[in-house]
Nanobody, 118 residues
Framework: VQLVESGGGFVQPGGSLRLSCAASGRAFSSMVMGWYRQAPGKQRELVAVITIAGSTNYADSVKGRFTISGDSAKNTVYLQMNSLKHEDTAVYYC?????????????WGQGTQVTVSS
């Protein structure tokens, strides 16, 4: 399984970005997909998850602003980020694992940088 992120960039506070995670080797809908982020000097943080059943869950820090979704035809998972704040600046990673109960995220993308700055 390969995961390739895209869509990162530079945006002003209050702006929006949509990150994409293109999966290959396996249908994303057969895996639990997540978006993590890691800011400089901080631990990697789980931001959003979408399960095989399509349920979603979000970190409190992004609830109401970020939306995770998937397009089966494109085998791609998205993270729509609205009302971006300075503290959203981080490298964002796409990850996948077999089941929601699994403790280990088996597959990772290379990451895409998101910078929120005025």
């Amino acid at each position: 399984v390969q995961l390739v992120e895209s869509g990162g960039g530079f945006v002003q506070p209050g702006g929006s970005l949509r990150l994409s995670c293109a999966a290959s080797g396996r249908a994303f809908s057969s895996m639990v997909m997540g978006w993590y982020r890691q800011a400089p000097g901080k631990q990697r943080e789980l931001v959003a998850v979408i399960t095989i059943a399509g349920s979603t869950n979000y970190a409190d820090s992004v609830k109401g602003r970020f939306t995770i979704s998937g397009d089966s035809a494109k085998n791609t998972v998205y993270l729509q980020m609205n009302s971006l704040k300075h503290e959203d600046t981080a490298v964002y990673y796409c990850a996948a694992k077999a089941t929601i109960a699994s403790m280990t995220w088996n597959y990772w993308g290379q990451g895409t940088q998101v910078t929120v700055s005025s």
